[in-house]
């Protein structure tokens, strides 16, 4: 019996020690595989040091001027924060509800802030955030959603206003190199660069009429650099960030800037009288399917506004005669040297001059072409 139990105690520990044997080998073959894995490489390593760090050199000139133009525009770049108001039925709590982010910069040293109309569109309250992280309340000034503009005002310290320099757009060409800074995404102070793909763009405001000469650019505008600047190599503003042509919402490679000198015809009037002080013929005209209709290019006198531009240069109406026909009236076909060929057309026309204007309109009268001076009066 007791020759028994030893035989068995000798067998569990032979089977024991082959147990731990595979065990071993096991452990041995984990370690092996682990330390041969494309893991293993990033493990930390007790005798790793750091490495010697490579002198870079000089910074390039283009990367120069691309921080220059950074650092001295970026102090007039701002980000704006839209809200509205909700009222909570049981509680008449009223809260405001975030609508929306954009950027602007700063037009003057008295607080007035240029951005998209689309980007304070429907907003209840705007606020303006500078920089240096100082944040202020703006009051809407004037909008111009023709032309996808707006003014705001702040009341800044003197001292935190920059205006950012103002250039041209009417000398840009293709290929030049482009700027853009705004608030993408409501990251802050975001700098992209890119060059002028194409000039002489259209591109549609949210009243339907038509943004003509439209700078196009492959510097990223993404969501919120809608309002901000875009600058060319002299660190001059030549276009406000309106728009970009994408099927995600995020940018591929086309994005549209208002042009500079249009932004610099708009913003005074809006600054100044709060809306745009439009010159005017002082006529009323018919829907362009009349002219269409009649087979004539051109835009259909109905009305003339008393004591008008018009009626004071001779321009005549449509009437009813005593039998109660239809005598059309002038059909303005151009101003100056300009086709008119649209009620679109003849009002990008009439923007295009200022209060005072004296203007050669060219109309068609019972068949026969005249050209009549007619000095422009502000419309109403």
């Given at each position: 019996m007791d020759k028994q139990n030893g035989q068995e105690s000798a067998h569990r520990a032979t089977l024991n020690f082959y147990r731990w044997v595979v065990i071993l080998l096991l452990l041995f073959v984990a370690i092996l595989?682990?330390?041969?894995?494309?893991?293993?490489?990033?493990?930390?390593?007790?005798?790793?040091?750091?490495?010697?760090?490579?002198?870079?050199?000089n910074l390039s000139d283009a990367e120069e001027s691309n921080i220059e133009i950074f650092r001295k525009a970026s102090p007039s770049v701002v980000h704006i924060t839209t809200t509205e108001v909700h009222t909570r039925w049981f509680s008449l709590e009223v809260l405001q509800i975030p609508r929306g982010t954009g950027s602007g910069f700063m037009w003057d040293d008295k607080g007035y802030i240029v951005t998209?109309?689309?980007?304070?569109?429907?907003?209840?309250?705007?606020?303006?955030?500078?920089?240096?992280?100082?944040?202020?309340?703006?009051?809407?000034?004037?909008?111009?959603?023709?032309?996808?503009l707006a003014v705001l005002w702040i009341n800044a310290p003197k001292h935190l206003l920059r205006p950012i320099p103002v250039g041209s757009s009417r000398d840009l060409q293709v290929g030049q190199k482009v700027y853009a800074i705004g608030n993408p995404f409501g990251l802050d102070q975001s700098l992209s660069t890119g060059i002028v793909s194409a000039l002489g763009r259209e591109i549609e405001s949210m009243t339907g009429r038509s943004i003509k000469d439209v700078i196009q650019t492959d510097a990223a505008i993404n969501?919120?650099?809608?309002?901000?600047?875009?600058?060319d190599s002299a660190g001059r503003l030549i276009g406000v960030n309106t728009a970009i042509f994408s099927r995600s919402g995020t940018f591929s490679g086309i994005g549209f800037a208002i042009p500079v000198d249009e932004v610099n015809?708009?913003?005074p009037q809006l600054a100044r009288h709060g809306r745009i002080v439009r010159p005017a013929l002082g006529v009323e005209v018919a829907p362009d399917q009349i002219v269409e209709q009649l087979g004539v290019s051109g835009v259909l006198i109905m009305g003339i506004r008393k004591g008008s531009p018009a009626e004071e240069a001779g321009l005549r109406a449509t009437y009813r005669d005593r039998s109660g026909r239809i005598q059309l009236g002038d059909i303005i076909t151009a101003i100056g040297e300009k086709k008119i060929d649209s009620v679109g057309t003849l009002l990008d026309v009439l923007e295009n001059h200022r209060l005072g204007d004296a203007v050669q309109v060219t109309i068609i009268r019972e068949g026969k072409k005249e050209e009549i001076p007619v000095r422009l009066g502000p419309a109403e």
């Open positions: 595989i682990w330390r041969s894995s494309p893991f293993w490489p990033f493990l930390p390593q007790p005798s790793a040091e750091p490495r010697t760090v490579t002198p870079r050199g998209n109309y689309h980007v304070i569109h429907g907003a209840e309250s705007v606020r303006v955030t500078l920089s240096n992280h100082s944040t202020y309340p703006a009051r809407i000034v004037g909008v111009h959603p023709d032309k996808d969501p919120g650099n809608s309002g901000g600047p875009l600058l015809r708009v913003v």
